[in-house]
């Protein structure tokens, strides 16, 4: 394949949205981490966004299907906060919620309460630093995603959300090192073998982004189940 249809074919995927991870962004892109608690709510999917054309986009939760059940935790997780307002689970678990319903400020004041609890769980930590980005304190979420890093250094969601705000500050040197990090991590992690090849091809890499491209593609119908 010559150089200029490798270009070609990696041009086309600047179309696609070079996708963020909130320590699972719950299951795909920021990546959020969901506790034990919160599974009942597995249909909340937090998709979060770059698109390479376009800048940095905002993260967004897919509203649950349960809306009945998710209003029944947030009472639930109130209660217990009136209750113990030690509770750190009960401070993530509803600002998961609330970030879900789009409340961002709010969540991240339960995080915030479940840090100053519990400092030391990366899920807390990352699942801040996503809800910062979410409102352009981008400086503030790096730090939380490092000190993720810090208490759990092999969370491939951590790095891969670490790697979409660098990207979107033009820090694609230590961008792409956080999506080969995951990568090392998670050799199956499609959307961080994406935003890799997005990044390889803005800084020239062109045989390295098809290569990780291509791979992306090959992850993502074998997820599917697609051959």
């Given at each position: 394949?010559?150089?200029?249809?490798?270009?070609?074919?990696?041009?086309?995927?600047?179309?696609?949205?070079?996708?963020?991870?909130?320590?699972?962004?719950?299951?795909?892109?920021?990546?959020?981490?969901?506790?034990?608690?919160?599974?009942?709510?597995?249909?909340?999917?937090?998709?979060?966004?770059?698109?390479?054309?376009?800048?940095?986009?905002?993260?967004?939760?897919?509203?649950?299907?349960?809306?009945?059940?998710?209003?029944?935790?947030?009472?639930?997780?109130?209660?217990?906060?009136?209750?113990?307002?030690?509770?750190?689970?009960?401070?993530?678990?509803?600002?998961?919620?609330?970030?879900?319903?789009?409340?961002?400020?709010?969540?991240?004041?339960?995080?915030?309460?479940?840090?100053?609890?519990?400092?030391?769980?990366?899920?807390?930590?990352?699942?801040?630093?996503?809800?910062?980005?979410?409102?352009?304190?981008?400086?503030?979420?790096?730090?939380?995603?490092?000190?993720?890093?810090?208490?759990?250094p092999n969370n491939?969601?951590v790095r891969f959300?670490?790697?979409?705000?660098?990207?979107?500050?033009?820090?694609?040197?230590?961008?792409?090192?956080?999506?080969?990090?995951?990568?090392q991590l998670k050799?199956?992690?499609?959307?961080?073998?994406?935003?890799?090849?997005?990044?390889?091809?803005?800084?020239?890499?062109?045989?390295?982004?098809?290569?990780?491209?291509?791979?992306?593609?090959?992850?993502?119908?074998?997820?599917?189940?697609?051959?």
């Amino acid at each position: 394949m010559s150089r200029r249809q490798r270009s070609s074919k990696i041009s086309k995927s600047e179309h696609e949205q070079h996708e963020l991870s909130a320590a699972n962004l719950a299951s795909s892109g920021l990546s959020v981490a969901i506790s034990g608690q919160m599974r009942t709510l597995a249909a909340m999917t937090l998709v979060a966004t770059i698109i390479v054309a376009g800048g940095f986009y905002y993260f967004k939760f897919e509203p649950p299907v349960l809306a009945s059940a998710q209003q029944s935790a947030t009472d639930v997780y109130r209660a217990a906060i009136a209750t113990d307002p030690e509770n750190h689970n009960a401070h993530y678990n509803l600002g998961l919620i609330l970030q879900s319903q789009g409340k961002i400020e709010e969540a991240i004041f339960h995080y915030r309460q479940a840090i100053a609890i519990a400092n030391d769980d990366a899920r807390y930590h990352n699942n801040l630093g996503v809800a910062l980005a979410t409102t352009g304190k981008l400086d503030e979420a790096i730090d939380h995603f490092n000190l993720a890093i810090e208490f759990d250094p092999n969370n491939a969601e951590v790095r891969f959300n670490l790697g979409n705000v660098l990207f979107s500050q033009e820090k694609i040197e230590e961008a792409m090192f956080q999506y080969q990090r995951a990568i090392q991590l998670k050799p199956d992690y499609a959307k961080a073998h994406n935003n890799l090849a997005v990044a390889l091809k803005k800084t020239g890499h062109l045989k390295a982004a098809y290569q990780h491209r291509s791979e992306a593609m090959r992850l993502e119908r074998s997820q599917k189940g697609v051959e």
